[in-house]
Each structure stands twice: as structure tokens, then as C-alpha cells.
């Protein structure tokens, strides 16, 4: 019994696995010793083995990072692995040439310095990529949105992975960097919600009736179409200035993007209803005092000789 055993054993060692190491060594080999190059079908099966396993985790990888989100937002990323999957099918190529005998430590070396160079010309690059990557996962812009960059108001209607574009008050478009929504101020006007709280600032000569003032200031906002009635419209009397009562109008809307005109037309209407109530808006004035100074006489007479 124990010799049949030892019979089945050695002909799965010697026939059977035996078999399989030479058809696996199968292939071509050069040289001999430690610098000997083997290319064999084993070598094969196992660079395709892990070129396929490689593919099922990144693919069950960006099911789990993209699952989440909306369809638009997946096609963004499609970018993002395609790169990855780039970087890790050279990996493994080179985990392959190194199991073959190949010294890949040249390759490495120069493919360090490629990417060292590479990275330094594409750093905005890949920090705009980076920006785009944060807007989409946090959500921290949308499209819609009111955003002020550079002292540039746009109005958002596309985010990509390395660029936004919007679309500014003067109907023309700016491309963003998304960096700059992660490095720099950035003001977003309806991030939390569409309403915004605005102001048109005026002044009132000195003498005025500042209950009229004030009574003026809201009819000419209350009166506006685009001007919501809640939260109510509140006149603050700002300062004593120089040469006028300076008196502020606020009041919210919810189309920031149109506050241009908005603003102008409450002026038009702030500027009927002072001319009617005679109120009037002073321009800087100043005092100028002129003193005339007289030469002094010359008091040292003549000597007669």
C-alpha cells in the first residue's frame, strides 16, 4: 500500500508536473548563468494572467470610486483611468521583463528622469486634474452656479476634469482652471442657496429729511419686480460723510447674475423720486480760502550825499 502511494507521488512529480515545467519552460533562451534571458510560455501565461487581473481591479475600482455619482460625472473620469490603467499595464510589463532575467534598472532609471521632467512641465496639468477631481467627488461647484474668480462673476454651464467654463455678465465665456477652486478665493454666490442680500449706496445733502430718505429708498426697491418681498427690504443710514448723509438700500434677490441691472434700475428710480421730493444728491464739494499776501515795504530811505 505505501509503495503504490509512493509510485502515484512520484509519477505526479516527475511525470505529471514534470510535464507541465517543460511545457511551461518551453521558449527561448539565451546565455547561461545569471545573465541568462529566459522568454518562455510561463512567462506568457502570467504576463496575461496579470494584465487580466489587473483589468478586473481597476474596473472594480472605478465601480467603487464612480458608483455614486451621476452618469455625466463617471464620463469624467474616464480620463483619470485610462492614465492609470496606462501606468499599471507598463508595471507589470516591467515585473514581467524582470522575471525573464531582463535588468530593467536602466529602463527605471530613465523612465524616472522622463517622469521627474514630465511632471515638472505638467504640474498645472495635473493640478487642474486634481481640482476637478475634488469639485466632482465634494460637490463643491455645480452647474448654475455663481461663482466670482479674479474679480471675473460668471454664471457656471460646464465642469470638466481640468477645465470649468462660465459664462460672465457681458455674455462671454471664461475657461477656468480648476486649480483655482482649490488654491485661490473663490466666491460662490449660490452655493448654499439662490438668494443673495445686495445694496445700492447713495448720498444725501446735509438739511435732508433722512425718515423721507429712507421712505424713498424702499418704495424704489419694493416697487422692482425681480426685488423679493421676504426677506424684507431694510435701509441702513451708513455715515456722515464729507459732504453728504450717506444712506444704503439693501435688499435679495434671487438671480445674482442679473444684479447689474437690477441695480440700475432702482438708481433710475431713486433719482425720479428725489427730483420729485427735491432731495438732492451732492456732489464733493470744498472750500477754498485765498489770502493775498502783500510784499513787505522797504523802509531803508535814500541818503542824500
Known sequence: ???????????????????????????????????SI??????????????????????????????K??????????????????????????LTLRGAGIDITLIITAS?????GLGLALQEFFKDILGGIFIIVDKSL??????EVDGKVGKVFEIKLRTTRAITRDDKVVVIP?????SDIVFNYTQNHRTTRESVNVGVAYGSDVEVVTQLLEEAVTEHKKVLKNPKPFVLFNDFGNSALLFSINYFINDSFADPRIKSD????INRKFKHHKI???????????FQHQKPQNNTGSKDT
Open 1 to 35: 500500500m505505501q509503495e503504490s502511494s509512493e509510485e502515484i507521488k512520484e509519477i505526479i512529480q516527475e511525470d505529471i508536473w514534470g510535464s507541465i515545467k517543460e511545457f511551461l519552460n518551453w521558449g527561448i533562451h539565451i546565455g547561461e548563468g545569471e545573465k
Open 38 to 67: 529566459h522568454f518562455t510560455l510561463g512567462l506568457l501565461l502570467l504576463l496575461i494572467f496579470s494584465i487580466v487581473v489587473t483589468r478586473l481591479l481597476l474596473k472594480w475600482s472605478r465601480h467603487l470610486v464612480t458608483r
Open 69 to 94: 455619482m451621476e452618469s455625466e460625472d463617471k464620463q469624467k473620469f474616464s480620463s483619470v483611468f485610462k492614465f492609470a490603467n496606462y501606468v499599471i499595464y507598463i508595471l507589470v510589463v516591467l
Open 112 to 116: 524616472a528622469v522622463l517622469f521627474v
Open 142 to 147: 455645480q452647474v448654475g452656479d455663481i461663482v
Open 178 to 182: 480648476n486649480h483655482k477652486f482649490i
Open 266 to 269: 432702482i438708481r433710475y428710480s
Open 280 to 290: 438732492t444728491i451732492p456732489f464733493p464739494q470744498r472750500d477754498i480760502h485765498i
